[in-house]
């Protein structure tokens, strides 16, 4: 285990250039890839999100972390087998048919993938066909949908009709949030879930998932 | 000859000199020049680019300075709003400052049950009827985003129609597309009378804004030049709050606030030449722990300062601000801190039109209370910049003379002097108690959370709104109901 605090630590930092580095010499060591993952890097990212959550880490540091394991995975992805990284889940994500606003959606996603989900990003402005298109074509596990607009919200259940419609509800969580979305309309339109913020969102799609 | 008197000096914030100001402006303008924007309105494309502005292969547009001088030139330096009954109550010029409330909370504080609960059309009659009574808030804006419209495709006209109803103040309000804004000319001008007393006597003002960081959809432009076109003043504050449409620091996020504006003024002055446009990015921050744009930071105050400092630098035209909300979940200690830290700074500062006025949860939820306690903290704050007159009255010597003079010694409080001046020469607060213990006990030991839900229950049984003709009422819900 202490053959990888170092690393550990350079993900806390975000210290880009020394976690790179600590991967390599990892490497070169003789270590197990998946070890160097594990017990280095998301050991790292863990102690970012315990650090978060207890109030003493800011976002720009839980993010800066977030992309110096990216810079690391970089290393690590050719030396993996197909199919061998298992992410926590892949969660669709966009902001609704008519809903330009993306700075709370993006957040999300980021706040997603430094949690370990695959994220993949479908912008603003996602009409509900767009949506089933890419259930079908990604097969995720979760559709997250944001709106900031309440002029805006009535794509959220237009797109979840258009995925029951197309056979898909059942496949996939549909989780929801945006400045003017509750719980209680969350529940009305049926979704699997909100979430007032980021790290909120981060909780509920591991709680849709079954993953602690 | 009578002598000059000595003219009272009221005092005034400035956070930027004229040096900072200047490098602020010259990086919007980079901006412009350099990175460009999105402009997603072929209209509006096409004036830009008629008129000098180069689109790259990146399809960004690229905008040259001098299209903003000219814009600037022709934009008008004050704003006279009106009230809905043709008074000019808010001359927007030299610094006046006029507060108002904010627009569009998700939720609100029941004035009854005093629980958080999600807002419907009836708040917006209610604030509007607050407000209404209010002597020291000058505008209203409809503070909820009522979940119980009919059709929610008429949500911002259901809700202006609302605030016709229930006040005769100036309104600022919102829309979501030219479509809406259309209906909602109409409505205005069935108050005023006609188009020409509308153009005459404006009473509202919209409030536009981009994305940011500089992007121009299709439908906010269209509002804007919509605007332009009727001479219905107009705000355009993109959200570039720092660390999140804008860089985290304070001059970065002013100067790409500034640059969205500034292609705003552009557009608009170009669709209307001489049209009101009331300047000023929105540029609070990014909470860096729980990712809200705080309402309550003292770095808005500080931005606002210095775009007002801009104004009387550069630009000349009236500035959009915000105050007295903030980001506590309750009127609490930390709601009154920071709604007052921001009253007195903007009005220190000279903004000209404030609103979020009664904002808690970071612009979430309103609240009543929030409302009259700010009525309260704006006069307070206006008599504080009103500074101190000195003239041989206020000096008092002869005052001084006479009660000195007496055997044994008198105090002031008996002096005709006291008499004939108090009401002036004191700030006389309604809602801030400084009874003696026993008497605040006696009446039922409510903090200022509790007197201001007292006083808010009896704005609302007892103000009576100055009615519109019921013919008037009549066209406007056919307005409403109209596709």
């Known amino acids: 285990m202490s053959d990888f605090k170092a690393l550990s630590d350079a993900v806390i930092k975000g210290d880009i250039n020394a976690a790179v580095a600590q991967t390599q010499q990892a490497l070169e060591a003789g270590h197990n890839p998946h070890d160097v993952i594990d017990k280095g890097l998301v050991a790292g990212m863990d102690e970012v999100g315990n650090r978060f959550s207890k109030g003493q880490f800011f976002v720009p540091q839980m993010l800066r972390a977030a992309k110096t394991m990216q810079e690391c995975m970089k290393l690590l992805h050719p030396l993996l087998k197909e199919g061998d990284v298992v992410s926590k889940g892949k969660i669709l994500i966009g902001t609704v048919k008519g809903d330009l606003h993306d700075i709370g959606k993006n957040l999300v996603a980021m706040m997603l993938e430094g949690a370990g989900f695959e994220i993949v990003d479908l912008g603003v402005d996602v009409p509900p066909e767009k949506f089933v298109e890419k259930v079908q074509e990604n097969r995720p596990d979760i559709v997250a949908m944001s709106a900031l607009l309440s002029t805006t919200m009535p794509a959220m259940p237009q797109t979840i009709t258009a995925i029951e419609k197309a056979g898909l509800r059942d496949k996939v969580k549909v989780m929801i949030g945006g400045a003017p979305v509750t719980e209680k309309y969350a529940q009305e339109i049926k979704s699997d879930g909100y979430a007032s913020d980021a790290g909120g969102a981060v909780n509920k799609a591991k709680g849709l998932l079954g993953i602690p | ?483």
Request: with cysteine; glycine share 8%.
């Open chain 2, 1 to 483: 000859m009578k002598p000059m008197g000595i003219p009272t000096f009221q005092p005034r914030l400035k956070v930027l000199d004229r040096k900072q100001a200047l490098a602020i402006h010259n990086a919007a303008l980079e901006i412009l020049e350099k990175t460009g924007f999105k402009m997603e309105h072929p209209g509006a494309l096409e004036m830009l680019t008629g008129a000098g502005c180069r689109v790259l292969s990146d399809g960004r547009v690229r905008l040259p300075g001098y299209l903003v001088e000219d814009a600037l030139k022709s934009a008008p330096r004050q704003i006279a709003l009106h009230d809905q009954k043709g008074n000019k109550t808010m001359p927007l010029v030299d610094g006046n400052p006029f507060y108002g409330t904010g627009s569009d909370a998700t939720f609100t504080i029941d004035v009854e049950t005093g629980q958080r609960r999600r807002a419907v059309l009836k708040d917006v009659a209610d604030f509007a009827t607050v407000i209404d009574a209010l002597d020291n808030i000058s505008f209203n804006m409809s503070m909820a985003n009522p979940e119980d419209v009919p059709e929610i495709k008429d949500i911002y006209v259901q809700v202006f129609a609302e605030m016709v109803k229930n006040t005769n103040k100036p309104l600022v309000f919102i829309a979501d597309s030219g479509r809406d804004l259309a209906r909602i000319y109409d409505i205005a001008c069935l108050v005023c009378g006609g188009e020409e007393g509308f153009q005459q006597r404006p009473f509202m003002l919209n409030y536009s804004e981009a994305i940011s960081p500089l992007r121009f959809p299709e439908n906010v432009m269209e509002r804007l030049i919509f605007c332009a076109e009727k001479k219905i003043p107009i705000c355009f504050p993109s959200g570039a709050n720092a660390g999140g449409g804008s860089p985290i620091t304070l001059a970065g996020a002013m100067a790409l606030g500034i640059a969205e504006n500034l292609v705003g003024l552009v557009v608009h002055q170009m669709a209307g030449k001489g049209s009101p446009f009331l300047f000023g990015p929105n540029v609070s921050t990014l909470d860096m722990k729980h990712s809200i744009v705080s309402y309550g930071c003292p770095e808005w105050s500080l931005t606002q300062a210095a775009l007002a400092d801009m104004r009387d630098e550069l630009y000349g035209l009236p500035v959009w601000a915000y105050a007295g909300a903030s980001d506590a979940k309750v009127m609490d200690a930390q709601a009154g801190a920071e709604a007052m830290f921001s009253i007195v700074t903007a009005m220190l500062s000279r903004c000209d039109l404030v609103h979020d006025v009664a904002f808690l949860e970071y612009g979430f939820t309103s609240s009543l209370e929030m409302a009259v306690m700010a009525d309260e903290y704006i006069a307070m704050s206006r008599f504080f910049v009103d500074g101190i007159p000195v003239s041989d009255e206020t000096l008092a010597l002869d005052a001084i003379h006479r009660v000195a003079g007496q055997e044994p010694s008198s105090i002031f409080l008996m002096d005709d002097h006291t008499y004939e001046h108090f009401m002036q020469a004191q700030f006389l607060p309604r809602l801030i108690d400084r009874s003696r213990h026993d008497a605040w006990a006696e009446a039922g030991s409510l903090d200022m959370y509790r007197r201001c839900n007292v006083e808010a229950r009896r704005l609302l049984a007892e103000h009576e709104v100055e009615q519109k003709p019921e013919t008037v009422l009549k066209e406007i819900d056919k307005v409403i109901k109209r596709n």
